[in-house]
């Protein structure tokens, strides 16, 4: 595979005096440190609807009553006064180049923006009018940890990541718990027939009932709870129903911008909207070029949200490196004891399976491969033994990128 050359780029300008962050969420946030920690001497603004916490715990240790509010805040010690950082908690109606415009009228100038908005939870049509969480925000998961703690089963509709983490959460604090899932196998979409199928016997060895390939035609109020008829005519309750049927990227400050926004917010390799001077944009709206693919690519991952606010933030302050090396792809997931890891990119392989050695349990580690180079591992209760898989992963896009 040959290499494409990156997206254009602006010519390196002057350090800009002021950077504004549009969310506060983790990518809106470590932009904003790391400005300070690449040097960056001017003004620094943090516009979110909420003050800077940690999402990954919500539907884990948050929910489940192990973490506080404390200690999912992204603030550390007497941040964000000790990094001269302000913070305001409003509501965002435009961003345009120079120029951010609050909900009230109110406009906020500055030579540099970063929109860091995120995504909301999806609610389609199917779910007005009925009692039906969803999770995104720290509200919405106080708002379903009382009511778990209130119950004693739970309907999850949609078998995702967040479907599948609350799931494991509401079913360790004793629940009857069973999750509807559209396709043939949980978190298929995501990792695959064979892992899917994996993961899926730790949630049923816990107890979870698994409903899979079909989904929800309706939802209906009968006795004063919610009933799921699903597409097969089988109806299914719960003493909470709980949606996760994915996010709707927060795209509307850019709303009239000129962009295409169908996928996302285009940028550059650097993370620079194509088409807003003095604007860039990091985490789960940002479509970054890959130079590998030759396109934007958009990763709704952790990891990703803060390596591209690194880059942003040392791109701003003028001391980005062009030689800077990208880390591969990483997200993770706890669900009961079994931790699942996916670093690399298993896009890029032609042939995948389960590796097979002496000193490896049986299905713990699913690996991808483009030719003769791993590209990408998957690995299911051995979270140790990533380390070893990192350098191998590394080496193998390096070489399938210099292909």
Partial sequence: MTEASPAPTPAPSPTPASVVVVGA??????????????????TVTVLGDEAPYDRPPLSKQYLAGEFDDARISLFRGEEPGSIDVAVREVRVASVRPGVVTLDDGEQVEAEAIVVATG????????LDGHDVHTLRTREDAQALRAAIAEASSLLVLGGGFIGAEVAATARAAGLDVTIVELQPNLLGAALGLECGTRLEEVHAAHGVELVTGTGVERLEHRDGGTVAVLADGRELTGDVVVAGFGASLNLDVLDGAGLDLTNGVVCDATGQVVGLDGV???????????????????????QVAGEQASLVARAIAGTLEPTTKRNPPYFWSDQFDVKVQ?????????????????????RSVWAHHRGEHLVGVV????????GRFRPLVTEGLAAVAAS
Wanted: a neutral charge.
């Fill in 25 to 42: 969420g983790v990518a809106g946030w470590r932009v904003a440190r790391d400005l300070r920690g690449a040097g960056f001497a001017g």
């Fill in 119 to 126: 995504s909301t939870a999806r609610r389609p049509a199917l």
């Fill in 280 to 302: 860039w944009a990091v985490g789960d709206i940002a479509a970054w070029h890959d130079p590998v693919l030759d396109r934007p690519v958009r990763r709704e991952h952790w």
């Fill in 342 to 362: 996916v670093f690399g990119r298993p896009e890029l392989a032609d042939r995948s399976g389960w590796l097979e050695a002496d000193d490896l349990e049986p």
């Fill in 379 to 386: 690995t299911f209760g051995v979270p140790r033994l990533l």
